[in-house]
């Protein structure tokens, strides 16, 4: 199958404003998407928006000029319908809906997969934004392939193409399946896909080119959203697009230092200690030396200490 689109998955706690920015650095993306601005019962605040998508501040971009799209996740149509809006005005490069996180707080408060339960209720959400933000602001939702079961994905997807999306992401699994890799099914996506007018995008389990090739035949698409993969394989939106080959260690280490020496306002005391931490656990699985950088800074908390550590190592291997 041919490959058109690449966009950067939203991953709450994970992908945020400075992983996007080295990412976007370093592969060619076509948009990304944000973690998710929970929306409750009001109309939230200009700083709220502007906290989780920081490339607000500059026509909706990262620093590499990749567009990006604010996600918003809450229950209420109507709500809903008014952050997304604000998020427009903003600057934001078009709306997506979630209603895939299967995060325990998440379903609990009747947000993200839980809907998935409520094709109708997903419909009125999506109806009453499109609505709101007008025709021609791009409109994107992201969905599993169901709640428990997948007897619903059709359903689901059509209720999204009806109530005026403009395109749809599905991670092919199911809420209960979590992300086992062996209950991937990229299959049921271009089942799907059969059945929309709408473009699909294919999400789930594509940690190699090879992984993507796969998706792309079996979904049937031309577009495919890498999360976790693009985390253990830093460049591998090029390695599909464009036939790169992979980082180097050195280079992956290069990428690390940059991240933890970078001055960032606003955040909390620990935020370089767990996120390179995070981000060494990913790499880890296809860079054995990423375990050992990990057990060296395990420890580690500040900021100074992390970013020590790490250029110690490059002066190891220099």
């Known amino acids: 199958m041919k490959l058109n689109r690449i966009i950067l998955a939203p991953m709450e706690g994970v992908l945020d404003y400075n992983v996007r920015k080295i990412l976007t650095q370093i592969n060619q993306f076509d948009y990304c998407v944000t973690e998710f601005?929970?929306?409750?019962h009001h109309k939230l605040s200009n700083r709220t928006f502007y906290r989780l998508c920081p490339e607000l501040y500059h026509d909706?971009?990262?620093?590499?000029?990749?567009p990006v799209r604010v996600q918003i996740l809450g229950q209420s149509p109507e709500w809903m319908a008014e952050n997304a809006v604000k998020a427009i005005d903003l600057g934001s490069y078009g709306i997506d809906i979630n209603f895939g996180c299967p995060a325990k707080t998440v379903v609990g408060s009747h947000g993200?997969?839980?809907l998935l339960q409520y094709p109708e209720q997903i419909f009125n959400i999506v109806k009453q934004t499109r609505l709101a933000i007008g025709a021609t602001a791009k409109l994107s939702a992201k969905i599993r392939l169901g709640w428990s079961d997948k007897s619903y994905c059709l359903d689901i997807a059509k209720a999204i193409e009806q109530a005026g999306a403009n395109e749809i992401v599905i991670h092919g699994r199911t809420k209960?399946?979590?992300y086992q890799a062996d209950k991937i099914d990229w299959q049921t996506i271009g089942k799907i896909k059969q059945k929309l007018n709408i473009p699909v995008i294919a999400n789930g389990e594509i940690f190699s080119v090879k992984d993507a090739q796969n998706c792309l035949i079996q979904s049937q698409s031309q577009d495919i959203m890498l999360g976790r993969g693009i985390l253990t394989l830093p460049?591998?939106?090029?390695?599909?697009?464009?036939?790169d080959a992979e980082l180097q260690w050195q280079q992956i280490l290069e990428i690390l230092i940059n991240?933890?020496?970078t001055?960032?306002?606003?955040v909390k005391p620990l935020y370089h200690s767990a996120r390179i931490k995070q981000w060494l656990a990913y790499l880890k699985s296809h860079y054995f030396q990423a375990a050992q950088v990990l057990q060296n800074i395990r420890t580690l908390k500040t900021q100074q200490h992390i970013a020590d550590s790490?250029?110690?190592?490059q002066t190891t291997l220099s």
């Open 112 to 114: 993200g997969a839980y």
């Open 37 to 40: 601005v929970r929306v409750t």
């Open 176 to 178: 209960t399946d979590g």
């Open 259 to 261: 991240y933890a020496t």
């Open 310 to 313: 790490l250029k110690l190592q």
């Open 60 to 66: 909706g971009k990262t620093a590499s000029g990749t």
């Open 235 to 243: 460049n591998l939106a090029n390695m599909i697009r464009f036939n």
């Open 263 to 266: 001055t960032i306002e606003e």
